[in-house]
């Protein structure tokens, strides 16, 4: 079985500029999170969908944050602009419904 | 307001030996707890997990102990391998809405298994 994708591995950028990065989870699993993950801290939930509903994003920075997920599948997390303190790996997960999280390898973003 | 806390960034211990990782937490209304595993690169991956009906669980040389009246848990290893050397990062849970589960992590401890 194929576990969560996650594109791009390592992005570098400049602060102001906008990145995205997606997400392809587990087939079949209807529950996708995006977390943060700051250096020498653990993963922070972002925003929680359910099929192609937000569950919960109360700790998503919407003024500079979004995320979507189109037919319930793929999801895509955009940040613009970015700041300084976005350096981090961005993890995505998925799950059935109540069951075990399964995280992909996530996404390094630097912003210099 | 760090809910779950390993105040040990670090932990070394010999081939062989017990490992034993501490994890405290602070809202009593988690009722599911986890510890993942993490290489770097790599994602978390899930070991081992507690329902808080229960103050123990094994499996194989992992075994998660939960002490409610303390708002702790331990995770034991024995014995250790060098394999095992990776960052441990606890866990703790409630439901939300539509029955999903939302994960609360601790800032983790890197294990090393010296051989």
């Known amino acids: 079985e194929a576990g969560v994708a996650q594109s791009p591995r390592y992005k570098i950028i400049e602060k102001r500029q906008s990145v995205a990065f997606w997400c392809n989870p587990i087939s079949g699993h209807a529950t996708l999170y995006w977390y943060q993950q700051i250096l020498g801290q653990g993963p922070k939930l972002l925003i929680q969908?359910?099929?192609?509903?937000?569950?919960?994003d109360s700790q998503l920075p919407k003024d500079r944050f979004s995320a979507e997920r189109l037919k319930g599948v793929d999801s895509t997390l955009k940040i613009q602009p970015a700041k300084l303190e976005d350096s981090a790996v961005y993890l995505c997960?998925?799950?059935?419904?109540?069951?075990?999280?399964?995280f992909g390898p996530g996404t390094r973003l630097t912003v210099l | 307001d760090q809910q779950v806390k390993q105040n040990s960034p670090s932990l070394s211990v010999q081939e062989g030996r017990i490992s034993i990782l501490n994890c405290d937490y602070t809202?009593?209304?988690?009722?599911?707890f986890l510890w993942y595993k993490k290489y770097p690169a790599e994602g978390p991956t899930f070991l081992i997990s507690i329902s808080s009906i229960k103050d123990k669980n094994e499996d194989g040389r992992f075994t998660v102990f939960l002490n409610k009246s303390a708002k702790h848990l331990s995770l034991h290893i024995v014995p250790s391998q060098p394999g095992d050397s990776a960052v441990y990062f606890c866990a703790a849970s409630t439901l939300s809405s539509g029955s999903a589960r939302q994960l609360t992590f601790g800032s983790g401890t890197q294990l090393t298994v010296l051989p």
């Open positions: 809202n009593s209304m988690f009722d599911y």
């Open positions: 969908f359910q099929n192609n509903g937000v569950v919960d």
């Open positions: 997960a998925s799950s059935l419904l109540g069951g075990e999280q399964f």
